[in-house]
């Protein structure tokens, strides 16, 4: 969780005009628990968001890639991340559990 709540900070809040606010929720749902990290900051183009994730890319730090790819190895889910320019970005993870 930590390298994507710095990343809502850094990315998303820092760059704003004004205020901003970062919120974190947990739920239990249908199996998972459902992580959420939800900015109000500047968000991301379409082009962008396409990249966040994308391995090949090199225009893009690790952290959030090895977030992604630490959470598919071990419980077979990665990030889900929706955003919108100028509206702000979630960052949703599922882990499945043990019921």
């Known amino acids: 969780m930590q390298p994507i ?3 809502a900070v850094k990315h ?3 760059p ?4 901003g606010t970062v919120r974190i929720s947990i739920r239990k749902e249908q199996g998972y628990l459902i992580m959420e990290v939800k900015d109000d900051g500047v968000g991301m183009s379409k082009e962008k968001l396409c990249s966040v994730l994308d391995e090949e890319s090199k225009n893009n730090g690790i952290g959030i890639r090895n977030v992604n790819e630490r959470f598919k190895k071990f419980y077979g889910c990665g990030l889900k991340i929706e955003s919108e320019e100028n509206k702000g970005t979630t960052v949703i993870i599922q882990i499945p559990t043990l019921n």
């Open 12 to 14: 998303g809040i820092y």
């Open 5 to 7: 709540v710095e990343n």
């Open 16 to 19: 704003k005009k004004g205020r």
